[in-house]
């Protein structure tokens, strides 16, 4: 599997971890994906804890001004990821940006999962989402907690 390793206060994973991110090929079918320990995280402002962050997807080339304020892709699907604490469970789910907006992600399409635990995913629902592969990211709105430690995930 290969090791993504977001770095102490950073949004992106390191460099060695973004050149692993190269061979994880989304034209797949699934996509093998394991949490550890250090998968746990705690943001400081606990709603930034239930932002998704990006594991592996595809988009469109095309951009424009999201709701947000700022450039986003016109397509994209998703899988991404996040830490509960509370339970002690890692949530992954997909993520869909349809015409620039993002939709909400549906109760049916998230999966639970433990340390230790891994899990297939199925990657088929990025099929006709663009050409642009989308890398892992930390955020949401913070970037990874500078808390001394790294954040990391295991991805095939």
């Known amino acids: 599997m290969n090791k993504i390793v977001f770095r102490d206060g950073y949004y992106w994973p ?17 996509v093998a994906l394991r949490f550890t320990e250090d998968s746990k995280y705690i943001q400081e402002n606990s709603k930034e804890q239930y932002d998704w962050l990006k594991i592996v997807g595809k988009g469109s080339l095309s951009m424009k001004e999201g709701p947000e304020g700022y450039l986003v892709r016109k397509s994209e699907a998703i899988l991404v990821w996040r830490y509960l604490p509370e339970h002690d469970v890692f949530q992954v789910a997909r993520h869909y940006r349809i015409n620039g907006v993002r939709q909400p992600i549906l109760p049916r399409h998230i999966k639970t999962m433990c340390a230790g ?17 989308i890398f892992p990211y930390f955020g949401g709105t913070s970037p990874e907690p500078k808390n001394g430690k790294n954040t990391i995930i295991y991805v095939k």
Do not use: C, E, Y
């Open 14 to 30: 390191t460099f060695p971890s973004l050149v692993n991110s190269l061979f994880l090929n989304t034209s797949h079918r699934v």
């Open 117 to 133: 635990d891994t899990r297939l995913f199925s990657m088929a629902f990025t099929k006709g989402f663009g050409p642009v592969r």
